[in-house]
């Protein structure tokens, strides 16, 4: 089997690309959240693959999958789980709950209310679970793929700012071409595609890349341009919120996996610009915020702001 990080990384690819047709680039930033061992946000309308992607991405990975469903009556101990009396020991026992895996599939995940979607948090920031006095670890590698509809739709509950920084990125998913949704039509002919894909990464081989990722090598000059545009959304007079720290570091932890998955031991511009609006959008707020619902006109402005900092030479 490979060992190389480059013929690894396209393995997975190529798997995930078997079933998910079309959106090679959609696959790529999938892959960099996973590098990087944090979590994406996909985010369209109902029926365009979100949760394909997702599980594409799970089953490509032998390791352990949970789904979890959002909905409006969805509790935190649904995700968590919770303490259950044993009358034989007359004590409570622990119950793990499904964000005990290596990818959880958090589908939905704005259906459900906002209490509920906080019960993800700690496990997504400190990879643990805390519950009656104990902290329970999560298994390495860990990973959250949550989908969401646009907070238009009727139903849905806006992630909580705190709760939206935890992804790396949100991705927007779009509908295919008219040859990719032929090619859809022909393959489904004998049902689900996915349901047939086997794993193409062992949990060893991707805590090996997340490894890797971290020995990426970033220069100064790409560290104060990367700062550059952290300081211009902080700047920016049509935002009320800029870059947080946490995102500061979000785009640099990115850009070290885009670099790997590039099959570079070091970042280049490129590798910031081009994730720049991913990492970014959701983690600024405008002056005009109504509720969310606003995602092409606040990437827009993160295009705009990057495509005015100097590129260093």
Request: glycine share 6%; with cysteine.
């Amino acid at each position: 089997m490979a060992s190389d990080p480059q013929d690894l990384i396209e393995q997975l690819q190529s798997n995930i690309c078997r079933v998910v047709l079309g959106k090679g680039e959609v696959v790529r930033l999938g892959i960099v959240a996973l590098l990087a061992g944090e979590h994406v946000l996909l985010e369209d309308v109902p029926g365009v693959g979100k949760t394909l992607v997702g599980k594409a991405m799970a089953r490509s990975v032998s390791g352990q999958f949970h789904r979890i469903q959002f909905t409006p009556d969805l509790l935190p101990a649904d995700i968590t789980g919770s303490s259950l009396y044993n009358s034989l020991t007359r004590e409570f026992t622990f119950s793990r709950g499904p964000i005990f895996a290596n990818i959880v599939l958090a589908d939905e995940i704005n259906r459900a209310t906002p209490r509920t979607q906080s019960a993800l948090l700690e496990a997504m920031s400190e990879r643990q679970v805390s519950a009656d006095g104990q902290t329970y670890p999560l298994p390495r590698p860990f990973m959250v793929i949550a989908t969401q509809n646009p907070i238009e739709f009727e139903g849905t509950y806006p992630l909580p700012e705190s709760q939206l920084d935890r992804f790396l990125l949100r991705i927007p998913v779009g509908l295919p071409q008219r040859e990719v949704e032929l090619e859809v039509l022909t393959s489904h002919r004998e049902g689900e595609p996915v349901d047939r894909l086997e794993p193409a990464l062992s949990c060893e081989q991707i805590v090996t890349l997340q490894e890797a990722v971290r020995q990426v090598a970033v220069e100064d000059s790409i560290n104060g341009y990367l700062l550059d545009i952290v300081q211009a959304t902080r700047r920016c007079d049509e935002l009320h919120v800029g870059t947080s720290i946490r995102g500061s570091l979000a785009l640099y932890r990115a850009a070290q996996a885009a670099a790997l998955v590039a099959g570079r031991q070091y970042v280049v511009p490129d590798d910031v610009k081009r994730l720049a609006v991913p990492v970014l959008s959701h983690r600024v707020i405008t002056k005009s915020y109504l509720h969310g619902g606003q995602r092409e006109a606040v990437e827009a402005l993160i295009e705009r702001l990057v495509d005015e900092v100097p590129v260093p030479g």
